[in-house]
């Protein structure tokens, strides 16, 4: 069965970086666009970007452009989803989510808090 | 940017009765290659990831109660719970994956009355 874990939840300051991880398994990696999107508290669905596993191409929302950072490792079927410069803005709910069109599959979520 | 616009912005239904919840696109998400509508609806439970429940626009997802229907063509659209039940409170949004970047409406809360 498909399965997508996240890393888990994050408290960063204003400023800093953060990496979530999302490792995938029960299907080919490299056969799915994975998307990330966030949510922030009590807020609607944000789409933020995707990268093509295969080719580990990039396409990023123009919000985040310049602040976000999507890679993945296929040895390990992960994906990655960096976000630098980091304000209380970004306190959200992040998802990776497989591509079959639509988003099929979603992973369980990563809760990153900004706080000083 | 396709902006995707959902209507009411919540709704409270009595049990057993129909909810209906609209979504309009700000440009047709019809592909003229595969003649299909880029268009999905998803569920959301607190504390949960989304879940989709329809693509294509009118495709229910395998497992996904047949009460749950979609319809609509172009820019507008609609997700109808035929009987509504008490599992089937929470917030649903449309996306659009017609191009990039992809889109949701801004949801809509579904409560018992």
């Known amino acids: 069965q498909v399965q997508m874990v996240q890393s888990g939840t994050e408290v960063k300051k204003p400023g800093a970086s953060v990496k979530v991880s999302c490792k995938t398994s029960g299907y080919t990696f490299m056969d799915y666009h994975m998307h990330w999107v966030r949510q922030a508290p009590g807020q609607g669905l944000e789409w933020m970007g995707r990268i093509f596993p295969d080719s580990g191409g990039t396409y990023y929302a123009q919000k985040f452009q310049g602040r976000i950072t999507l890679t993945r490792d296929t040895s390990i079927t992960t994906a990655y989803m960096e976000l630098s410069g980091l304000t209380s803005d970004d306190t959200a709910v992040y998802y990776c989510?497989?591509?079959?069109?639509?988003?099929?599959?979603w992973g369980q979520g990563t809760l990153v808090t900004v706080s000083s | 940017d396709i902006v995707m616009t959902q209507s009411p912005d919540s709704l409270a239904v009595s049990l057993g009765e129909r909810a209906t919840i609209n979504c309009k696109s700000s440009?047709?998400?019809?592909?003229?290659?595969?003649?299909?509508?880029?268009l999905a609806w998803y569920q959301q439970k607190p504390g949960q990831p989304p879940k989709v429940l329809i693509h294509w626009a009118s495709t229910r997802e395998a497992g996904v109660p047949d009460r749950f229907s979609g319809s609509g063509s172009g820019t507008d659209f609609s997700l109808t719970i035929s009987s509504l039940q008490a599992e089937d409170v929470a917030v649903y949004y449309c996306?659009?994956?017609?191009?990039?970047?992809?889109?949701f409406g801004q949801g809509t809360k579904v409560e018992i009355k």
């Open positions: 996306q659009q994956y017609y191009n990039s970047p992809r889109t």
């Open positions: 440009q047709s998400v019809l592909s003229n290659s595969n003649k299909k509508n880029h």
């Open positions: 989510v497989r591509e079959k069109w639509y988003y099929d599959y």
